[in-house]
């Protein structure tokens, strides 16, 4: 495969930057909102549950519950699939996506349950997108957003390393950017 000519990651930069640009835009607006904690709000509903046996952590039996209650009250199940959970020893069932979340955990006596729904407003959801938390397509996207930015840099540098006239700018900026992310680390 003979290599990139110049004309040739010029487009590649150009195709690159022009499919990322909208999910950066979304992770600067994001991160910039996250950064001022500015998260969102989520709604909460709480409810204990009185079993007819004492709790177990059998994932098939937890979903019929939640799915028995979730009806009950007119509330759209979730997407996706529950999952078991851990915590301080406990198990209990964990169900989200974007906008709701479901918790089943124990109660205070072995025959009884908390039923958590939470429902997330959109500057939530934006959130959830922004910490990866919003499915498996979403967060390879997140992985894959930090790539292809340094691809667009590293790109777009060469090609002006490339122009005469740009290389001196270039440089400049370049040890400047450098210079100040090191000021920083040191002060910090």
């Known amino acids: 495969m003979a290599p990139l000519n110049r ?4 487009r590649a930069h150009m195709w690159l930057a022009a499919f990322f640009l909208p999910v950066t835009l979304l992770f600067l607006i994001s991160g910039l909102l996250y950064t001022l904690n500015i998260e969102g709000r989520i709604s909460k509903q709480s409810e204990v ?16 519950l939640v799915l028995a209650e979730l009806g009950a009250r007119s509330i ?3 997407h996706g699939e529950p999952e078991l959970k851990s915590k301080k020893g406990n198990q209990y069932l964990y169900w989200s996506d ?4 479901v918790t089943l955990r124990p109660g205070d006596t072995p025959t009884q349950v908390e039923l958590v729904l939470r429902e ?16 498996e397509a979403l ?13 667009i840099y590293l790109s777009g540098i060469f090609l002006a390393l490339g122009a005469p006239a740009l290389r001196r700018g270039v440089l400049i900026a370049l040890g400047s950017g450098a210079g100040l992310l090191l000021v920083l680390f040191v002060t910090a």
């Open 49 to 64: 549950i009185e079993l007819s046996s004492a709790y177990s952590a059998d994932l098939v039996r937890l979903k019929s």
């Open 98 to 101: 974007l906008d709701q979340s």
């Open 7 to 10: 004309y040739q990651l010029m």
């Open 139 to 151: 967060r390879w996207l997140t992985v894959g957003l930090p790539i292809a930015l340094l691809l």
């Open 76 to 78: 759209d199940v979730p």
């Open 120 to 135: 997330r407003n959109w500057l939530a959801q934006l959130m959830r997108i922004h910490r990866g938390e919003a499915g």
